[in-house]
């Protein structure tokens, strides 16, 4: 399973940006896709993720801003990012989780983030 992750770039605080993660396989097969980001000096955290049921959850710090989604049929997942701050500049990681019966993990490469005037 592979998961290729891309929008990342520079944006002005109050803006928006659009991640986008595509898995390599059938997206039904991956049972729960996520956003982590890791900040300079700071341990990787979760930012949002989603079921294959369409159930979401979101850190503190971006609910009400951030947007996770998914589009089945292009195996592809999206964090919409609106009202950006400075401290939401990371590098974006796509996550992928399958359960049969182990747990698998697979990460996608980082994308950065940097929103600063």
């Known amino acids: 399973v592979q998961l290729q992750a891309s929008g990342g770039g520079l944006v002005q605080p109050g803006g928006s940006l659009r991640l986008s993660c595509e898995v390599s396989?059938?997206?039904?097969?991956?049972?729960?896709m996520g956003w982590y980001r890791q900040a300079p000096g700071k341990q990787r955290e979760l930012v949002a993720q989603i079921t294959s049921g369409g159930s979401t959850n979101y850190a503190d710090s971006v609910k009400g801003r951030f947007t996770i989604s998914r589009d089945n049929a292009k195996n592809t997942v999206y964090l919409q990012m609106s009202s950006l701050k400075p401290e939401d500049t990371a590098v974006y990681y796509c996550?992928?989780?399958?359960?049969?019966?182990?747990?698998?993990?697979?990460w996608g490469q980082g994308t950065q983030v940097t929103v600063s005037s």
């Open positions: 396989v059938n997206i039904f097969s991956i049972n729960v």
């Open positions: 996550n992928g989780i399958q359960i049969r019966g182990s747990t698998y993990a697979y």
